[in-house]
């Protein structure tokens, strides 16, 4: 069984257009991120949620928003695509219980924006 | 905010070899230090982790050490393998909020057989 899964995994797509990433985690888990991944390699956090709290990485432009219709879905949406947005880009989900601290991570969605 | 530092950014060894890959960090309020490893075309796994109160982990092949005096910690992996070859990452988050991590900017590993 998926832990993490995430649709869809690959996803190209024009400047301007507006689109949308699913993720949903079958872990009963409290918490949910979005990660972006560059050309890179590097992994940064864009957003951490919980069914209380939105915590907002600040240098995430405001196109970006996450929608979360349950607990086990957290959805990213994005606004007028730019070719920097070109990206992989990660769900994951972790518990907040101290003894469990594991995060899990989906597979990705490789973003390509021309 | 926390900033974590990692080096190599790539690593070669011969199969049968050790291989240590170090980070250091910024914010003395970390408590929690996972180590990821990272598959071509997947999403990172946990390997290993530390919390503060230990300095030593050990998992097979795996070992990961902290000082949290200095702010740094390693992962040591012996014997190494070509099925170990990957980009691993390290991180710093608080027990409580564990995914919301900084990531190091990751080694790439190459095991030559």
């Known amino acids: 069984d998926t832990a993490v899964s995430q649709t869809p995994k690959y996803l190209v797509t024009q400047m301007g257009n507006d689109k949308s990433i699913k993720c949903e985690q079958n872990?009963?888990?409290?918490?949910m991120y979005w990660y972006k991944q560059d050309s890179k390699k590097f992994l940064k956090i864009m957003f951490s949620?919980?069914?209380?709290?939105?915590?907002i990485n600040e240098t995430v432009p405001n196109r970006f928003s996450p929608k979360s219709p349950d607990k086990a879905h957290l959805n990213l949406h994005i606004n007028s695509l730019e070719l920097g947005d070109s990206a992989v880009y990660f769900c994951?989900?972790?518990?907040?219980?101290?003894?469990?601290?594991?995060?899990?991570f989906g597979q990705g969605t490789r973003l390509t924006v021309v | 905010g926390e900033n974590v530092e990692q080096h190599p950014s790539t690593l070669s060894v011969q199969e049968g070899d050790s291989a240590v890959i170090k980070c250091t960090y910024s914010d003395s309020a970390s408590n929690y230090f996972p180590w990821y490893k990272q598959e071509l075309g997947k999403g990172p796994q946990l390997i290993i982790d530390?919390?503060?109160?230990?300095g030593e982990k050990k998992d097979q092949r795996i070992a990961v050490t902290l000082n949290k005096t200095a702010k740094h910690f390693s992962l040591h992996i012996t014997e190494t393998q070509p099925e170990d070859s990957a980009v691993y990452f390290c991180a710093a988050s608080w027990l409580t909020n564990a995914g919301k991590s900084t990531f190091g900017d990751g080694t790439t590993l190459t095991v030559k057989p």
């Open positions: 994951a989900s972790s518990p907040r219980d101290r003894g469990n601290t594991e995060a899990f």
């Open positions: 530390i919390r503060s109160n230990v």
């Open positions: 949620y919980n069914n209380k709290e939105l915590i």
């Open positions: 872990l009963g888990h409290d918490t």
